[in-house]
Each structure stands twice: as structure tokens, then as C-alpha cells.
């Protein structure tokens, strides 16, 4: 995953914890879908007058709705409940992050939020592929790694208009900044059953 770039991998140990609460982590995971949405859906939103953009949103809030949808079939096949959906702490530090970092211009609000968009995908892809490879259930086992790569095309999606639209914007120097950033808050989590926990 070093196209990621992610600078504090997560210890697989973390995958033991998931186990003991597959109810928890899938309703979690089921609201991070559902946020992902509306993420996109407020990208498209705020940003209109990008036809482009717009485009790509709509398909990737379509694809995240999808996600949502097998996540809650799994929780429905196995005899479980989708809970009540919950803060996702990490996603509210990031966002923090975001609204200190906006200087207040259009563009730069447009790349600060493709770079924290681009940031969740970035770790939910990598918790993905950390879940795939080492959870003791089959058929989750394959979900995720097939939901791995979706994520990672979204993250791409995010970083290619933020370097797209990032006029008089030094975006790489930029997302390192939030690379930094985030290694700095996932160093506190990996402890609880959440996709990002």
C-alpha cells in the first residue's frame, strides 16, 4: 500500500480485536459507507460549477450507497442488527484539521476537502487490506479485499481533481502536511472495533 503513502501502518493485531465484535465493526463500517455519500454528495453541492467533478461524485456517492447496501446484507444474513449510527472520532479530527487549514478562497476550501476526502480513503483502504489479510472468516475476508479496491480508486479520484483544480495551490507539499497530520491521530487509535477505531 506504499502508493498510499501512509506513514503509520496498522498493526494486524488490531483484526483480533474486530473479531470478537463482527456486529460492531460491520454497523460502523455500514455508517462509513453512508457518510462517504454524503461526502460526495456535498462535493457536489458546494462545487457545481465543476461539471466534471459533479460527474465523478455522482458515481462515487452511487458506489458508496452501494457499499452501504452489502455491508447492511452481510449484517441481515448473519442474523444481526445495523446499530444506531455513531461518531467516527478520527473522521471529526481530520475534519478539525480541515476547516484551521482552509484559508477561505473557493479552491483552497475545493482542495482542502478532496485532500481530507482523499485522506479517509487512504486509511479505510489500508484497514481494508489489513482486514482481508488477516481475518479468520472467508467471506469477509473477501469482501474487503474487493472493497480495497474501490477505496483506493476513490482516493485516487480525490487527489487527481485536488491536483486538477489546486490552481496556485503547491498541493504535494500540501497532502504531505496531511499525511503528517493524520500519522499523528491514527497513532492514538487501532484499539476499538471501528473500521478507523
Not at 466534471?52 to 462515487?60: K, S
Not at 461518531?87 to 484551521?100: C, F, N, P
Not at 472493497?147 to 496556485?168: C, D, P, Q, W
Amino acid at each position: 500500500m506504499s502508493v498510499l503513502r501512509l506513514q503509520l501502518p496498522t498493526d494486524p493485531r488490531w483484526v483480533n480485536i474486530v473479531e470478537k465484535n463482527i456486529e460492531e465493526i460491520l454497523t460502523d463500517h455500514a455508517w462509513c459507507e453512508q457518510k462517504a455519500a454524503t461526502n460526495a454528495i456535498t462535493l457536489i453541492t458546494i462545487n457545481s460549477e465543476y461539471p466534471d467533478l459533479v460527474n465523478d461524485m455522482l458515481a462515487l456517492a452511487k458506489e458508496e450507497l452501494e457499499h452501504f447496501e452489502m455491508v447492511h446484507q452481510i449484517i441481515e444474513k448473519r442474523g444481526l442488527k445495523l446499530g444506531r449510527e455513531r461518531k467516527d472520532e478520527y473522521v471529526g479530527e481530520l475534519a478539525q484539521y480541515m476547516k484551521r487549514s482552509n484559508t477561505g478562497s473557493r479552491v483552497s476550501g475545493l482542495v482542502e476537502r478532496l485532500l481530507f476526502s482523499a485522506m479517509i480513503e487512504a486509511r479505510s483502504c489500508e484497514r481494508f487490506k489489513v482486514l482481508s489479510e488477516n481475518i479468520n472468516d472467508p467471506e469477509l475476508a473477501t469482501f474487503y479485499r474487493d472493497l480495497m479496491e474501490s477505496e483506493a480508486g476513490h482516493y485516487t479520484t480525490f487527489i487527481t481533481y485536488a491536483r486538477k483544480y489546486g490552481t496556485g495551490i503547491d498541493v504535494e507539499t500540501r497532502w504531505r502536511e496531511w499525511l503528517e497530520f493524520e500519522a499523528s491521530v491514527i497513532a492514538k487509535y487501532g484499539k476499538s472495533e471501528t473500521i478507523h477505531g
